[in-house]
C-alpha cells in the first residue's frame, strides 16, 4: 500500500459529460502529479501541485483542470469527455516539490467514456 | 527535448534466470533517472533511482541499474528472476527544466516456470 488513495477505482460516463477524481495523497507529502495512461500514449504527465499551487503543467488538454485544497487532496475534473479519453488516470504524491522526488502512486481510476 | 526510449516492448525470461530491460534516455544535463514496476490492477511502485555518484544503483526486489553517460543508458538488471516479478517496467527521466518526468513506454515482463 503506497498510502495514496484515489477515488473511484471505476468510472463509466458518456461523451459530453464531465467527472471528478479525486486523490488523497499520502501523509505528509505536499506534492501531487496527476498521469493519464493509454495503450497508444503511454504513461503521460499532465499536471503536478505543490502546497496547494500549481507547480508544473504538462499534456493537459484545456478540458480538463486540477486544484489541490487546503487538506492537501487533489481533483481532477475533466469535461466534454471524448471516447479518446478513456484511460486509467493516477494520481501520485511526493514529500517535495522538486523532480528527483520518489514519487509514491495511487492504484488509478480507470475512466470508460462510452 | 527530453525523452525516454525502451526498445523492448515484451520480454519473456524463465525463473532463475537473468534480466536486463533497456533504456536509453535524451537529455541535456546529467538527468534524474528512475526505474518504477506496475503490477497489474497497481499503480507504480520505484525500484530505484539515480542522481549523481556511483553509476551502479542497488534498489530493491534485488534489482540494480547502472547508469552509462557515454551510451545515455541506464539499464535495470537483475541476476535471478522469480515469477513475482512479471509485471511491467517503466524508465523515467526527470527533468529540472519543468520540473517534470518523462515516462518510457514501458517493457513487459514474462518470466516462465
Known amino acids: 500500500d503506497s498510502g495514496v488513495t484515489q477515488t473511484p477505482k471505476h468510472l463509466i460516463t458518456a461523451t459530453g459529460q464531465r467527472v471528478t477524481l479525486r486523490c488523497s495523497p499520502r501523509?505528509?507529502?505536499?506534492?501531487v502529479y496527476w498521469y493519464q495512461q493509454s495503450l497508444d500514449q503511454g504513461l503521460q504527465f499532465l499536471i503536478q501541485y505543490y502546497n496547494g499551487e500549481e507547480r508544473a503543467k504538462g499534456n493537459i488538454l484545456e478540458r480538463f483542470s486540477a486544484q489541490q485544497f487546503p487538506d492537501l487532496h487533489s481533483e481532477l475534473n475533466l469535461s466534454s469527455l471524448e471516447l479518446g479519453d478513456s484511460a486509467l488516470y493516477f494520481c501520485?504524491?511526493?514529500?517535495?516539490?522538486?523532480?528527483?522526488?520518489?514519487?509514491?502512486f495511487g492504484s488509478g481510476t480507470q475512466l470508460s467514456v462510452l | 527535448a527530453q525523452s525516454v526510449t525502451q526498445p523492448d516492448i515484451h520480454i519473456t525470461v524463465s525463473e532463475g534466470a537473468s534480466l536486463e530491460l533497456r533504456c536509453n534516455y535524451s537529455?541535456?544535463?546529467?538527468?534524474?533517472l528512475f526505474w518504477y514496476v506496475q503490477s497489474p490492477g497497481q499503480g507504480l511502485q520505484l525500484l530505484l533511482k539515480?542522481?549523481?555518484?556511483?553509476?551502479l544503483v542497488q534498489g530493491i526486489k534485488g534489482f540494480e541499474a547502472e547508469f552509462k553517460r557515454s551510451q545515455s543508458s541506464f539499464n535495470l538488471r537483475k541476476p535471478s528472476v522469480h515469477w513475482s516479478d512479471a509485471a511491467e517496467y517503466f524508465c523515467a527521466v526527470g527533468a529540472n527544466t519543468g520540473n517534470q518526468f518523462y515516462f518510457g513506454t514501458g517493457t513487459s515482463l514474462t518470466v516462465i516456470p
Open positions: 537529455y541535456g544535463a546529467t538527468p534524474y
Open positions: 501523509s505528509g507529502d505536499l506534492s
Open positions: 501520485a504524491s511526493s514529500d517535495g516539490p522538486f523532480v528527483g522526488e520518489k514519487l509514491f
Open positions: 539515480y542522481f549523481s555518484g556511483d553509476t
